[in-house]
């Protein structure tokens, strides 16, 4: 429900939104152009670029989709390695169910648009003083679509007239999730958790190498399960 | 190309609709106007910062560790953005600096 006596000021939520969206622009610029650019080699134009990243958005698993649209036609399988490839959104969903509930019609751009780094950004970020919580997350979550859907298809425009080296500054998401681990461990009951997503993953890297994501998460609901009756105290 | 133009259409609508249903999955099973379990407000409470780890380790899943540099540059750039970090509380500066770190250690130090 809308609290009456607020106006909604987006200009100021906008204001709010951006400077946390910056590393991200500057890591999805960098995938972004890349898969324009990976699209564009293997025949299909900016546009197509476009049209995928804004109907299919999520970044692996367009990057794994390439390879689907160079053999024979299976959407099936394109159907079903999607939801494997991006089974790590269940976690997200329900870590957002509490801050997500009694948003309208927004809750729908939000759900729809729910990346790893728009995760990253409204789970441990809080709006600021007089910031509707709707329109703080939903700026977050709009500026991020946006920067990848515009960095896709001018990775199709121009991607090959690039000869600034890029090499490594896709490195700014994993610095994000770094940061954003560190704003959660401020917390000392996030600590355990966290420790036990670590370990979980890295595990799980160790045993399954480039599939880890699934059996991770498994890993990291068992601990979480099991560890209950201590993590809550 | 090598699919036709409604092919391709075709793959981009089941792309979609594989990730969307990831991303709805959780809401469709408790909806909002009905209390979830305690479990699943307890696994919402502890998943993000556990969630937050496994993106870490997903980001470096493509290191070499048993071969030259043994993943030094990441190491040194995680480094880096933990120690500014800590050092401004700046997130902004904190990746901005690991980044610019990065890139010169893949660029010019261990090449």
Known sequence: MERLSEKPNQLAALKAAFPSTVPVMTGYACLGLAYGLLMAANGYGPLWSGLMSAIGFGGSMQYVAISLLVTAFDPLQAFLLAIMVNARHIFYGLSMLGKYKGLGAARILLIYTLSDETFSLVSTLEPPEGVRPRDFYLWISLLDYAYWVIATVLGGLLGRFLTFDTTGMDFALTALFVVLFLEQWKKKENRPAGVIGLLCAALALLLFRDELVIPAMVFILAALLGGRKRLCT | ?111
């Open chain 2, 1 to 111: 190309m090598y699919l036709t133009p409604l092919q391709t259409i075709a793959m981009i609508l089941a792309v979609a609709a594989g990730t969307q249903i990831t991303r709805w999955l959780p809401f469709w099973l408790f909806p909002e106007n009905r209390k979830p379990p305690a479990l699943v407000t307890y696994l919402g409470r502890v998943l993000p910062t556990a969630t937050m780890g496994l993106l870490i380790v997903y980001c470096l899943k493509d290191v070499a560790w048993l071969s030259a540099p043994h993943g030094a540059p990441e190491l040194i750039a995680i480094a880096v953005v933990a120690a500014l970090h800590c050092w401004k509380g700046n997130v902004l500066l904190s990746i901005a600096g690991g980044t610019a770190a990065y890139m010169l250690l893949v660029q010019a130090v261990f090449v």
